[in-house]
């Protein structure tokens, strides 16, 4: 029998559902905080996140199946002799939803009118503003930037991409750029959304310089990597009114410390990580149906979806 820890939130079904597809594995459905040592150490095939703590004990493992997109600390830890898979393309639906609610929400006030709400006060915010003919950057056009931009380009948006391929323009952009040609795209934009993924070329990509040359009208979100901001920079921004607002599902450090300023911060949305996270039925759906066919490939000796680039920490290109 073929050892298979399983560290996913499943419900009976889905066990019973694995359990007849593999026929031929053992399975060992625990948490993270659970399972034991010896466990980790007999499977062969782990589908879930390890505490980082715990990969030294993946002695016989050959495969590690994340249930997370973000897979760079895991690259740079887990043994090579493990092949490692991320869950990137089941976040999609879910985040850039949640996107289009935070941005919708800070462009209408809609925040203001929770607040007056609470005061029983019934008057006019002030002026609002439109997706439709506004200018969109997206810096990291993974799926979730892909999935936001499909999205906000059906709503009249019109769409710039900066990725790290620049060679192929997609058909749901408008512009593709490089992430060196930030600033100078910065200007003219409405809305930027940060989806970039954490790694050492992506830390600190906006400071306050980024925010100082964006308009005073900008909404800034962010659902990639806290890492990616400065936190006390965009905090500084927002209180002297050089961008509109931003909305954050990500901050660091994370989670927020209860004395840090960004609190009160004016027009801010903040959320704590969980536009990814399991609280979408989907997302659960998505990431079950990527791991049950990647463990099956694998059995199969197949070729397995999400196979990471230990060098980028992103999935290789496929």
């Known amino acids: 029998m073929r050892n298979i820890l399983y560290l996913l ?8 559902q694995l359990q007849k597809r593999f026929a031929d594995c053992s399975f060992t459905f625990k948490s993270k905080h659970e399972v034991s040592d010896e466990e980790i150490r007999q499977a062969e095939c782990i589908i879930g996140n390890l505490l980082l703590n715990q990969l030294d004990l993946c002695e016989n493992a050959k495969l590690m199946q994340l249930g997370s997109a973000g897979s760079d600390a895991y690259a740079a830890a887990l043994s090579e002799s493990v092949t490692l898979c991320n869950a990137s393309g089941c976040y999609g639906p879910a985040i850039s939803e949640y996107m289009i609610g935070v941005c919708l929400s800070l462009m209408l006030r809609l925040p203001s009118y929770r607040d007056q709400q609470h005061l029983r006060a019934w008057q006019n915010a002030g002026k609002v503003s439109s997706i439709l003919g506004s200018k969109v950057l997206i ?17 009249g948006a019109k769409i710039t991409g900066i990725r790290r391929n620049t060679a192929d323009q997609p ?31 992506t830390e600190k990509v906006f400071t306050a310089k980024q925010f100082k040359l964006m308009k005073d009208s900008a909404i800034f979100i962010n659902v990639g990597r806290g890492q990616a901001v400065d936190t006390d920079a965009l905090c500084d921004a927002l209180k ?23 609190w009160n911060c004016g027009n801010l949305l903040l959320t704590p990580h969980i536009a990814g996270g399991s609280n979408l039925k989907l997302t659960t759906e998505l990431i079950y149906t990527l791991v049950s066919d990647n463990l099956e490939a694998y059995l199969k ?18």
């Open 9 to 16: 939130e499943t419900n009976e079904e889905q066990r019973q």
């Open 139 to 155: 810096v990291g056009l993974g799926d979730i930037g892909s999935q936001f931009a499909i999205k906000m380009r059906a709503l």
């Open 301 to 318: 000796g197949e070729p397995l979806k999400n196979v990471v680039d230990r060098a980028t920490g992103y999935r290789k290109h496929q």
């Open 240 to 262: 002297a009114h050089e961008i509109y607002g931003a909305a954050l599902d990500v901050v660091d450090p994370e989670p927020l410390p209860l004395n840090h300023p960004l």
């Open 171 to 201: 058909d749901f952009v408008d512009a593709i750029a490089a992430l060196d040609q930030l600033d100078e795209l910065l200007p003219e934009m409405d809305i930027i959304a940060s989806c970039l993924p954490n790694s050492k070329t």
